[in-house]
């Protein structure tokens, strides 16, 4: 009996494969960069999904950076994220690609609509980049005095993750304190909750090296803070 034919499955149109898919994506996308025409956001929507299904599955999408980067300049929060997925994703391990992304973010950090400051306040925050972490510290210091709560509760937990990325840096630019009076001061229960949270986790961790820190961490488990807490 002769064996059963075998079939291939040819990859799917959302899922370059090759050199030339992506090419062919770098080339699209360029074209769409600065357009206005109806519809551009939806056709850079459809692109936007075919790079990040290519880096999800490992093929090399790190040539179209600038073209996303140029892209995403638009108030879609959709293309946002998913660019803000991609460029974490490369300055991760890239590093000449980190600076250019956190260059792109910053600016995005003083976006006039607040979920876009505070999706790209966060995505700054994820990059983990540790020879880079000066450039975290006038973000989250403008992401804590923000206008707009979802961005001081974004800012917040910022905090936290710059401390473990660089505590010197954290605690040289006086973080605690500036999330301590937040904690004391803001009228949003979430951006309390996260500051409180922060707090709890750093001094916990500083309360080993300084008495101080101990002290701190104390204050924050009292009955004085709770009461204040549920009574404001």
Partial sequence: MAPPAQ?????????????????????????LAGSRAPGTDDAKRELFKK???CMTIGIDVSSVFSEMVMCSATSDIVLKK???LYVGN???HNPDLAL?????????CKDEDPMIRGLALRSLCSLRVTNLVEYLVDPLGAGLKDSNSYVRTVAAMGVLKL?????????????????????????????????L?????????????????STERESLLSKPLIYYLLNR
């Fill in 51 to 53: 790079v990040i299904s």
């Fill in 197 to 213: 949270c922060a707090l709890q986790e750093i001094w916990g961790l500083e309360a080993t090296k300084s008495e101080e820190a």
């Fill in 7 to 31: 079939t291939h499955r040819s990859p799917s149109p959302s899922q370059p494969s090759g050199k030339g898919e992506v090419s062919d994506l770098k080339m699209q996308l360029r074209q």
């Fill in 100 to 108: 250019l992304t956190i260059n792109f973010l910053q600016r995005d």
């Fill in 90 to 92: 490369y300055a991760k």
């Fill in 163 to 195: 401390y473990h990325i660089s505590e010197s840096t954290c605690m040289d630019a006086d973080f605690p304190a500036t999330l301590k009076h937040l904690m004391l001061n803001d009228r949003e229960a979430q951006v309390v909750a996260n500051c």
């Fill in 82 to 84: 998913m660019c803000y």
